[in-house]
């Protein structure tokens, strides 16, 4: 296989396996409270960004990479994790093989996928520009020539996408065929705004126990403020609403796609209009949507934020577009 088969780990490495996902788990959802602090203060817990093999992070020198796929033939698919998340968010449920997005796309496919894991409470400005200069070497050091890359990436994964094609002077971009954007908040995301204007309100208010609970809430992390109007360029003071850029110019040739989750059956239900998947509303006719072909946005009625990430009907309508020419 062109990706190192994790179905040949022995059964008796489950237990192991599931310990490490749970502490990387834990360390991501710290980062993605804490993580500016952590790296301000060079913490140990603090995320470095990386692709990750088997829970250890991927060397990018040519014979690291041939060693970890051996018959790729430089169609690569990257997936980028969301808020407090890591890669195994792409996990599919119940499956003791680890089967993912990723996975499946190589086995059906051909793709080899590599999955990112970052300290999703810095800047989105900052990881978007890491991630660009992390392409760089991968391009740089892969064993056989790159022909394609596709892009993925769920909730705050698809911000930093976006911010690395803004700090793109590198070659990588000139590969770059797709963008898929899975429950992304291009327009901002509505809990972060709700946290913003509650802090807000308590600092104002003449008690003391009150601008203390505000002092803490206004502790999240400047990943999770980034989120409030879905900055990828460094945000101002303020963080004022920023429109986000023609999808379409970034290069001549690169395909945008977004897939949005409801928390009804019905997407017209008013809990699907007013809540979306539960973290991200459903795009309308403004905004990143407003420049896409409609047949580059489908919504999945019943499947909520996290579930975008691993869900099979979801893998289907991945698949169905990577594979389009």
Same mark, same amino acid.
């Given at each position: ?11 008796t490495n ?5 310990? !490490? ?25 603090? %995320? ?29 698919c ?13 996990n ?5 093989a ?14 080899t ?11 989105i !400005?900052? +990881?978007?520009a ?7 070497g991968l =391009? ?9 890359i ?15 094609c803004?700090? !793109?002077?590198?070659?990588?971009? #000139? ?7 899975l ?14 204007a ?6 104002? =208010?003449? +008690?003391q126990?009150t ?26 003071e ?9 999808? %379409?110019?970034?290069? #001549?040739?690169?395909?945008?796609y ?5 928390? +009804?059956?019905?997407?017209q239900? %008013? ?8 973290? =991200?509303?459903?795009?309308?006719g403004?905004?990143? !949507?407003?420049?896409?072909?409609? #047949? ?9 934020? &996290?579930?975008?990430?691993? #869900?099979p +009907? &979801?893998?289907?309508? %991945? ?7």
């Amino acid at each position: 296989m062109g990706v190192e088969d994790k179905t040949a780990e022995p059964a008796t490495n489950g237990g192991a396996n599931l310990v !490490a996902q749970w502490a990387a788990s834990g360390v991501s959802i710290l980062n993605g409270v804490f993580g500016d602090y952590l790296h301000k203060h060079q913490n140990g817990l603090a %995320i470095d960004m990386a692709f990750m093999l088997r829970d250890k992070p991927l060397v990018l020198n040519k014979e690291a990479l041939r060693a970890a796929f051996p018959e790729t033939d430089g169609r690569l698919c990257l997936f980028l994790h969301g808020l407090c998340c890591s890669e195994h968010i792409w996990n599919l449920p119940g499956d003791g093989a680890e089967t993912s997005y990723g996975t499946l796309l190589h086995t059906e496919l051909g793709y080899t996928p590599l999955f990112l894991r970052y300290n999703s409470g810095t800047p989105i !400005a900052e +990881n978007g520009a890491q991630f660009a200069k992390l392409l760089d070497g991968l =391009v740089a050091a892969f064993p056989v020539p790159i022909t394609e890359i596709v892009l993925v990436g769920h909730s705050m994964g698809g911000l930093v996408i976006r911010s690395a094609c803004t700090h !793109a002077p590198g070659a990588w971009l #000139d590969h770059v065929s797709k963008a898929i954007y899975l429950g992304t908040p291009h327009e901002g995301a509505d809990l972060e705004k709700f946290a913003h204007a509650t802090a807000g309100i308590l600092a104002a =208010v003449p +008690n003391q126990v009150t601008r203390l609970i505000g002092d803490v809430l206004n502790l999240r992390s400047e990943g999770i403020k980034d989120l409030r109007h879905g900055h990828v360029a460094p945000a101002p003071e303020e963080r004022a609403p920023v429109p986000p850029p023609d999808p %379409i110019a970034v290069n #001549d040739k690169m395909r945008h796609y977004l897939i949005a989750g409801t928390l +009804n059956e019905d997407p017209q239900h %008013i809990v699907s209009q007013l809540f979306g998947d539960g973290l =991200v509303r459903v795009p309308g006719g403004t905004g990143h !949507a407003a420049s896409l072909p409609g #047949d580059h946005i489908k919504v999945f009625p019943g499947v909520h934020h &996290v579930a975008l990430a691993h #869900d099979p +009907n &979801v893998y289907v309508q %991945i698949k169905a577009w990577i594979g389009s020419k």
